[in-house]
């Protein structure tokens, strides 16, 4: 079992990433390798869910693309994200948000959340 936790820590990136919950509209920047060039493609969709633990963390994504919806799923310690930027934060009660599948325009649309900055 050690062995394994050692490997993780190994391959983990380290990096600082913004606390997203489902329902809030994030940005991913995620570097695609094309033959011999690396560029940096943006994904901007709605965070439909949050699974795994640890190192192993991926989140689902979902974003309309010429009326059709296309999922994507991100690992959190994945070398090829490059960075997760927040849009806007969802108002929503659930923790998977698969009944978005099946709607479209206006109904598909969620509330936002309102957040107060504290000052120290």
Sequence with gaps: MDLIKVAEQA???G???PEFFPGDTITVAYRIKEGNKE???QYRGVVLKITGEGTKKR???RKISDNIGVERIFPIESP??????????GKVRRAKL???RKL???KARIKERRIVKKEA
């Design 104 to 106: 479209t325009g206006k």
């Design 15 to 17: 990096k600082e990433l």
């Design 80 to 89: 090829f994200s490059d960075s997760i930027t927040i849009n806007k934060h």
């Design 98 to 100: 698969y009944y978005l």
């Design 59 to 61: 989140f689902t994504v």
């Design 11 to 13: 391959f983990a990136t």
């Design 39 to 41: 560029r940096i493609q």
